[in-house]
Antibody
Framework: EVQLVESGGGLVQPGGSLRLSCAAS????????MTWVRQAPGKGPEWVSS????????YNADSVKGRFTISRDNSKNTLYLQMNSLRAEDTAVYYC??????????????WGQGTLVTVS | EVLLTQSPATLSLSPGERATLSCRAS??????LAWYQQKPGQAPRLLIY???NRATGVPARFSGSGSGTDFTLTISSLEPDDFAVYYC??????????FGGGTKVEIK
């Protein structure tokens, strides 16, 4: 059974930092691109960052470029999101999501339960 | 950036009725469009990928159609469990990956 379990969210002051983790199990983690998607209260999903299966390429939304860094450790089946210089508008539930196919087919067949980040 | 416009914003229907949800892209995304269902307090759930392919375990009453700029998600006969918010998402032109604003299907 595929499982994605996020952790690391919480309350942080503006300008602060957090590191989110997503522990993956039940599939060949190193074969799939992974993505962080966030959802502000009452809003729709917003793509944040994606990383290739090997970790060799990363992609970021303009809204987080220069502040957030996505990474992965395939030996630990874990995805990360380092968030620096946090702003009030980064307040959201952050989900990690697995790509539906191997390669860079960027639709998401499994999602974690989400972790809440509150910047205040 | 590809803008996805979903309509209507809210759809009020009764169980057993047919639901037709629309997603329009600001430029052609070929068939690279997915649909998700989201219930309160839960993560989105993949329903349809590449416009018309049902994801694993998705009931046959859900179907997707369209290509280019106009897409439709149809729920043939609404079950009580289907009342939720539905989002479309394109993967043709990225970054950025983009989602639509959502359609809420509510009980009439």
């Amino acid at each position: 059974e595929v499982q994605l379990v996020e952790s690391g969210g919480g309350l942080v002051q503006p300008g602060g930092s957090l590191r989110l983790s997503c522990a993956a199990s039940g599939f060949a983690f190193s074969s799939y691109a992974m993505t962080w998607v966030r959802q502000a209260p009452g809003k729709g999903p917003e793509w944040v960052s994606s990383i290739r299966d090997s970790g060799s390429n990363t992609y970021n939304a303009d809204s987080v470029k220069g502040r957030f860094t996505i990474s992965r450790d395939n030996s630990k089946n874990t995805l990360y999101l380092q968030m620096n210089s946090l702003r009030a508008e980064d307040t959201a539930v952050y989900y990690c999501a697995k790509s539906g196919h191997t390669g860079m087919d960027m639709f998401f067949d499994y999602w974690g339960q989400g972790t809440l980040v509150t910047v205040s | 950036e590809v803008l996805l416009t979903q309509s209507p914003a809210t759809l009020s229907l009764s169980p057993g009725e047919r639901a037709t949800l629309s997603c329009r892209a600001s430029q052609s995304v070929n068939s690279y469009l997915a649909w998700y269902q989201q219930k309160p307090g839960q993560a989105p759930r993949l329903l349809i990928y590449d416009a018309s392919n049902r994801a694993t375990g998705v009931p046959a009453r859900f179907s997707g159609s369209g290509s280019g700029t106009d897409f439709t998600l149809t729920i043939s006969s609404l079950e009580p469990d289907d009342f939720a918010v539905y989002y479309c998402q394109q993967r043709k032109f990225w970054p950025p990956l983009t989602f639509g604003g959502g359609t809420k299907v509510e009980i009439k």
